[in-house]
C-alpha cells in the first residue's frame, strides 16, 4: 500500500531555512509527480510546490517563489522542500502528495513554525 512520510519540519527564526523531506513507498516513485501542500491553523490545505516526474520541471505557489525549492531523488524515493527566508506567514502543517490510481494520498505532515 502507498505510504507517504515528511520529516525535517520545526521551529525556526524569520528569515531561517529548512529542508523537508517525503519518503514514499508502495508505487513506483520515478513514474508519478509529487507536490507539497500546507495547511495553516484556521485555513484551508493550500498547494505549495510540485515536481514533475518526466523532465523535473517545477511549480510554486506565488507566495513562495524564489524562496522554496523542490526536488527529488528518484533512487531514494524521497522528494525534498528546500525552504529559506522564511517568513511568520510560513507557520502551517506542510504535507506530501501524490495522485495515484485515481485518488491522492497524503501523509501525516509535519509542522514548520517561524517565529521569533
Known amino acids: 500500500q502507498v505510504q507517504i512520510e515528511e520529516s525535517g519540519g520545526g521551529l525556526v527564526q524569520p528569515g531561517g531555512s529548512l529542508r523537508l523531506s517525503c519518503v514514499a513507498s508502495g508505487f513506483i516513485f520515478s513514474n508519478y509527480p509529487m507536490s507539497w501542500y500546507r495547511q495553516a491553523p484556521g485555513k484551508e490545505r493550500e498547494f505549495v510546490a510540485r515536481?514533475?516526474?518526466?523532465?523535473?520541471?517545477?511549480i510554486y505557489v506565488d507566495s513562495v517563489k524564489g524562496r522554496f525549492t523542490i526536488s527529488r531523488d528518484n533512487a531514494k524515493n524521497t522528494v525534498y522542500l528546500q525552504m529559506n527566508s522564511l517568513k511568520p506567514e510560513d507557520t502551517a502543517v506542510y504535507c506530501c502528495?501524490?495522485?495515484?490510481?485515481?485518488?491522492?494520498?497524503w501523509g501525516q505532515g509535519t509542522q514548520v513554525t517561524v517565529s521569533s
Open positions: 502528495k501524490v495522485f495515484y490510481r485515481g485518488r491522492g494520498y
Open positions: 515536481i514533475s516526474n518526466i523532465d523535473g520541471s517545477t
